[in-house]
């Protein structure tokens, strides 16, 4: 089993759209959580960290709940460039080092 | 300001080759992390290096070694290429305290073919 799964998708929304991504981890160690985008064939850029009150930049909100070990991303009012993939990020406890997910990938349309 | 490079940006390489990639990281950070990701995938940590010693290591053969210098760049070495070694491979920056909540600045990526 992966450290952290994602659902691949694609996700394919219209403008103007809310949707949402869950992402699992189960190392229960794991201290610090990221929402990073990537564009195709670019490299990923931080797009917000996660906290377990939950935290909002603009259209898009990230949860954390400790508990069950999941992590979410909610994208309000899509724009067709929010298309990209979305990679789910964990640190442990124990080590610097950046785990990923698989990414999922949303294609907004017109 | 500058933000993380990387060179070469394409390299195409056959079986058996080695290859040497380079980094530097962004003015004032100390840490360099080295990642692999192939097509469909996220990325897959390789190396971490903080003040020229090795601070992690991923699961990754021998064939793969790092080193950074001095000015803190670093270099990526992969000996005896295999197909499967064809990926984007990623340095990411950080200031390299703590480490654990520090935010990772990651660099275009060399894209690496073997045939």
């Known amino acids: 089993r992966k450290e952290v799964e994602q659902d691949p998708g694609p996700f394919n929304v219209p403008e103007g759209a809310t949707v949402a991504f869950n992402c699992t981890y189960s190392n229960s160690a794991s201290q610090s959580f990221f929402w990073y985008r990537q564009d195709c064939r670019k490299e990923p850029k931080l797009l917000m960290s996660?906290?377990?009150s939950g935290n909002e930049d603009g259209r898009f909100t990230a949860q954390l709940n400790r508990a069950s070990q999941y992590i979410s991303l909610l994208i309000r009012d899509s724009k067709l460039s929010d298309s990209a993939t979305y990679l789910c990020?964990?640190?442990?406890?124990?080590?610097?080092?950046?785990?990923f997910g698989t990414g999922t990938r949303l294609q907004v349309f017109p | 300001d500058a933000g993380v490079t990387q060179s070469p940006t394409h390299l195409i390489k056959t079986r058996g080759q080695h290859v040497t990639l380079r980094c530097s990281p962004i003015s004032g950070h100390k840490s360099v992390s080295w990642y692999q990701q192939v097509l469909g995938q996220g990325p897959q940590f390789i190396f971490q290096y903080y003040e020229k010693e090795e601070r992690g290591r991923g699961n990754f053969p021998d064939r793969f070694s790092a080193r950074q210098f001095p000015n803190y760049s670093s270099e990526l070495n992969v000996n005896a290429l295999l197909l499967g070694d064809s990926a984007l491979y990623l340095c990411?920056?950080?200031?390299?305290?703590?480490?654990?909540?520090?935010?990772?600045?990651f660099g275009p990526g060399t894209r690496l073919l073997v045939l």
């Open positions: 990020v964990v640190i442990r406890g124990d080590t610097d080092k950046l785990i």
């Open positions: 996660v906290y377990s």
């Open positions: 990411a920056s950080s200031l390299g305290g703590t480490g654990a909540q520090e935010t990772q600045y």
